[in-house]
T-cell receptor, first 112, second 115 residues
Framework: DQQVKQNSPSLSVQEGRISILNCDYT??????FLWYKKYPAEGPTFLIS?????DKNEDGRFTVFLNKSAKHLSLHIVPSQPGDSAVYFC???????????FGKGTRLHILP | DARVTQTPRHKVTEMGQEVTMRCQPI?????VFWYRQTMMQGLELLAY????????DSGMPKDRFSAEMPDATLATLKIQPSEPRDSAVYFC?????????????FGPGTRLTVL
């Protein structure tokens, strides 16, 4: 029973265009949502987060949008760069717990 | 440059052998997590500790897996006996709860292959 779902295993985007990665969740008790980025042979690294009381958080080229009514969040990368090619994990924290529940990840390919 | 370290980076072993993976969390972090990454399941939480005390190991197969923190600078994950289905990348992560959220810092992982 996956509480955090990333339904697209992979995504290809032209360099310079917008990359949109999607994530759905089922548990309304999640209070924080996070995106992690992972390169091959490395551990995931934190990218950006959003509190459940907000609907948008922006950090440079990265913006996360949260739609609580739809239980959906998305990560926008604008403009996409070759170094953005990686696996992106959506994650959620359950009501101030220490645990974070991860989705299965989406592999993003930035095409030249 | 503080980072989580894990040893070994790669381990190939035969079914039935004991496997021990080690993790050194970032100094000062009070929570340590063990994850397993597989193609089918993505990143699964196996166990985590706060202030060296185990808080949740519900993600671990209890009969063969064990996790401990002998001291604040070392966390271990043991599999005995190992099975081919345990083949995966095992990540350790550490964190310190910030007021609003808990960011976790991951190690580079141990790639385990059980033949």
């Amino acid at each position: 029973d996956q509480q955090v779902k990333q339904n697209s295993p992979s995504l290809s985007v032209q360099e310079g265009r917008i990359s949109i990665l999607n994530c759905d969740y089922t548990n309304s008790m999640f209070d924080y949502f996070l995106w992690y980025k992972k390169y091959p042979a490395e551990g995931p690294t934190f990218l950006i987060s959003i509190s459940s009381i907000k609907d948008k958080n922006e950090d440079g080229r990265f913006t996360v949008f949260l739609n609580k009514s739809a239980k959906h969040l998305s990560l926008h990368i604008v403009p996409s760069q070759p170094g953005d090619s990686a696996v992106y994990f959506c994650a959620a924290r359950l009501n101030r717990d220490d645990k974070i529940i991860f989705g299965k990840g989406t592999r993003l390919h930035i095409l030249p | 440059d503080a980072r989580v370290t894990q040893t070994p980076r790669h381990k190939v072993t035969e079914m039935g052998q004991e496997v021990t993976m080690r993790c050194q969390p970032i100094l000062g972090h009070n929570t340590v997590f063990w994850y397993r990454q597989t193609m089918m399941q993505g990143l699964e939480l196996l166990a985590y500790f706060r202030n060296r005390a185990p808080l949740d190991d519900s993600g671990m197969p209890k009969d063969r897996f064990s996790a401990e923190m002998p001291d604040a600078t070392l966390a271990t994950l043991k599999i005995q006996p190992s099975e081919p289905r345990d083949s995966a990348v095992y990540f350790c992560a550490s964190g310190f709860r910030v007021r609003s959220y808990n960011e976790q810092f991951f190690g580079p992982g141990t790639r385990l292959t059980v033949l």
